[in-house]
């Protein structure tokens, strides 16, 4: 992969600022920063926060801006993972290879270990050096979360998922499928986007392309993220698969097929691809689109 | 009360906007709708907010700017009330007199609940009318509710509780108790002060005065708390009693004794009294007094 020296730069840089962001000093309690430390630095893509720098870098040439936006995304995440695998919640037991926060550190410091790490996210969001777009971000990054965003798909998933496997249309479920991954999935991706626009003050329609472009992106990443859950791994994955199935959750692959769920993958990769034609060609621009093709063939 | 009127105006304004601001389009789901508004709006004093409004008022002469925060910091609260009923924290089953969140709709529902108060708070504050003060009251709201504020005090007060009990010497106790006490309920009430104080663009002098109120009261009022848990009724109080004991917590009357602890809460109402004088006397001012004062006599 051409990009994969510049995604690297930038995954470093982002692991460095995540690990200064949460050296806490000795006046935090020591096993609440190992539990977020823990879930925050073991790894991960990183791709939320990569995607917010190289969308920075194709609006405005400069993705350092965005460093404290691209932390509070990747923090917001982790938050949400955390939360996620709780055995009130997915009860999942395994996370990126490795054993979940609650196993780790008991579900007592997880729930606290989540909570900080959504609160330090606007903390950090609150800190970015030009004062004229903390407010934009903390605003767009809540939004994103939220009840309209990313807990609403979250709740329709968790707390809907017995009462919407069956009975109702083929159609209205996958409505309905494509409503919570747009929320549960999507809205934080495409925050991504929007939020490496806004750290470099982009105009509006940049950031309607970029935000586009996160859409699109966010729907094809859930789909082979449904596709994985079916074909992949454990041991690649670093979680359990096939929890979907066993849960009975709407999955693209459970309502669509697998051949005709690649094909909208692919058909929103296209998608998110055609969204970008506004900027110039960059390094940063070839990394997205590298990012995005890279979704069709992945395997983790 | 003299001032009870004048509170009963700001907390029907505060009620209001809480409901405005949960009133979710059906967009979001039903039923974590119902478990923000269970948790949120059945009653509770509205201390935080009102202390808001009645320090913007202080400190601005118009507490109308400062109902966003107010707003905002009544949502981290709750939240922090719901995921410290849980049973793998607190274990908490009754709260307001009614059931406890995770009692009434589950686990799951209340930790989303829990997350979702905790980031529509931040987009509260992100929607205030003034873009200048917006940023500024993020920041201070995370710092309050992160980990070097409730959240750190929470974790040592749910997770330390069992090791900070006995053994270490009666000076270090206090010293630790006065600790946990100043994150876990001080920081919030702090920047209850702080944010009344921001949302008027009030100078320095000023915002350190209010917090330093803020963090008299914030000890007064929790050391009253201790109190109510040895002294108090469940019936007035709403929540069980004796549990602080039954947990082997660390409290102002296990260490001090009721009379000193009583002692102390005066000499903390009295400094907070006396963090007021730079400003002028008027209706707000008697108010937050009042509220200081009551904190000695208070049953609920």
Known sequence: MESSNYLETLRTVINAQLDRLTDYPAAVPPRLKEAVRYSLLQ????????????????????????IPAACALEMIHTYSLIHDDLPAMDNDDL???????????????????GDALLTEAFAAVARTADEAVRAPMAAALAEAAGVFGMIGGQTDDVIGEKNLSGGSPSDGRIALLRSIHRRKTGALI??????????????????????????????????TDDLLDVTGSEQLLGKRVG??????????????????????????????????????????KSAVIEILESTLTRKS
Chains 1, 2 share one sequence.
Not at 56 to 62: P, R, T, Y
Not at 95 to 113: D, M, V, Y
């Open 243 to 284: 929890k979907d199935a066993a849960l009975g959750k709407l999955t693209f692959p459970g309502l669509l097929g697998i051949d005709e769920s690649r094909a909208e993958a692919a058909r929103q990769v296209e998608a998110g691809r055609r969204a970008l034609d506004l900027f110039a060609e960059s390094r940063a």
């Open 190 to 223: 495409t925050c991504a986007f929007r939020l490496g626009g806004l750290a470099v003050s982009a105009g509006k329609d940049e950031l309607n392309a970029l935000a586009a472009c996160g859409e699109a992106f966010g729907l094809a990443f859930q789909i």
């Open 43 to 66: 790894g991960g893509k990183r791709l939320r926060p990569i995607l917010t720098l190289a969308a920075a870098e194709m609006a405005g040439g400069d993705p350092a801006p965005a």
């Open 95 to 113: 996370r990126r290879g490795k054993p979940t926060c609650h196993i780790k550190f008991g579900e007592a410091t997880a729930i606290l270990a």
